[in-house]
Structure formats: C-alpha cells, structure tokens
C-alpha cells in the first residue's frame, strides 16, 4: 500500500518561480543584436545601432503611398489616364503655346476667368460645351474660378482662374494662375473630372 508525502515547500516554490518565468516571457519580443547571439551583419550592412526602415503594414496595400488599406481604390478618382505618345507629344505643344500667355498675364498681375478665358480665345481655341448630363458638344477649353477651399471656419475661394484644354480623349492641358504662381503641365483625363485634377477629400 503506497502511501502519498505532502509535497515539500522547496519544490512548491520552484514550481512556482519557473511558471512565472514562463508566463512572464510570452510575448517579449527581443530584437536580434551580436551581444545576443545573432548572426553578424554580412560586411557593407548598416551597424546594429543604425535604425532600420518600418516594416510593410500587413493591412496596406503594396505600392500605395502611405500603405493605407484600400489606398488604391480610395483614390482612383484621382488617378489621370495614359495618353497615347503621339497625343501627348500634342499636348506638349499646345502647353507650350499657353505658357507665355498665363505668364503675361501672372506678371501683370491679371489672373481673374474673364481676363484669361479672353487671351486664351484669342489663341484659336473654342470653349467646350457640355450637357447637363455631361455629354460633350464641341469646344476644347474650360476656363473656371479656383475651387473652395476651408480657411480658419469657412470655405474662401481664392483669386485666380484654372484652365483645361482638351487636346485628345486621352490627353489635356491643365493649368492654373494665380497671386502666388501659375503652372501649366499635361495629363490624361480623371474619371470623374476630366482634364481638371480633382480636389483631395472625394
């Protein structure tokens, strides 16, 4: 007949240490260095001490900007067309053509829509005439205030005018002057907006 011994404190007590120091160690996350015992960077690799670039979010996308999930279809909207390389060349060249008109005009300090639709008509160009529903007519340029923008606790539209010329389907002219500086570049088209680049906040 066997009999049992009451366990012994001693035992009791390392039992106790060892399961604590299991428990306590879950979920440590140690990084590797040679003080450690990992194997040493190969030679041309930054030292341990340098600090090392985050790593991919799981939940980003690959390629976006700032790795946000849904970062690519969030901003498609804002995502221009690819112009033909012909059509493009085209547009470079009606750039080229707007240019020096918006700079005149920057330098005079004269940027409202009346006084740049005018200079830019008198360059040949028609403005384009659209449908309510957004069927075009005819014409190739659009010649708009700028766009609302929130200041301190309201919207404020500033001076200036922007401008789009539509040279091919797939390919436009947008600029802009204003008080501060003028721009003129080429693109494709925007889904939703056409040759204007759409506003951030969709």
């Keep these: 007949m066997s009999t049992s011994r009451p366990a012994r404190p001693a035992s009791l007590a390392a039992l106790a240490l060892a399961l604590v120091a299991v428990l306590s160690a879950c979920g440590d996350l140690h990084a590797p260095d040679s003080r450690t015992g990992a194997a040493p960077s190969p030679s041309g690799a930054s030292s341990p001490s340098a600090p090392s670039a985050p790593s991919a979010s799981p939940y980003g996308e690959p390629g976006t900007g700032d790795g946000a999930?849904?970062?690519?279809?969030?901003?498609?909207?804002?995502?221009e067309g690819?112009?033909?390389?012909?059509?493009?060349?085209?547009?470079?060249?009606?750039?080229?053509?707007?240019?020096?008109?918006?700079?005149?005009?920057?330098?005079?300090?004269?940027?409202?829509?009346?006084?740049?639709?005018?200079?830019?008509?008198?360059?040949?160009?028609?403005?384009?005439?659209?449908?309510?529903?957004?069927?075009?007519?005819?014409?190739?340029?659009?010649?708009?205030?700028?766009?609302a923008r929130w200041e301190d606790d309201g919207y404020v539209t500033p001076e200036g005018t922007r401008v789009a010329l539509r040279v091919h389907d797939d390919a436009c002219v947008s600029a802009f002057v204003?008080?501060?500086?003028?721009?003129?570049?080429?693109?494709?088209p925007y889904p939703e907006t056409g040759c204007f680049e759409p506003p951030y906040g969709h």
């Design 82 to 147: 690819d112009m033909a390389p012909a059509h493009e060349k085209d547009a470079r060249r009606e750039a080229d053509r707007i240019r020096p008109v918006l700079k005149r005009l920057w330098e005079k300090r004269e940027w409202d829509p009346a006084t740049v639709r005018a200079a830019l008509l008198r360059l040949g160009y028609e403005e384009e005439r659209v449908t309510k529903g957004g069927k075009r007519l005819g014409g190739t340029l659009t010649v708009t205030g700028m766009l």
């Design 69 to 79: 999930p849904h970062y690519n279809e969030n901003n498609a909207y804002r995502r």
């Design 178 to 188: 204003q008080k501060s500086n003028f721009e003129v570049r080429t693109n494709g």
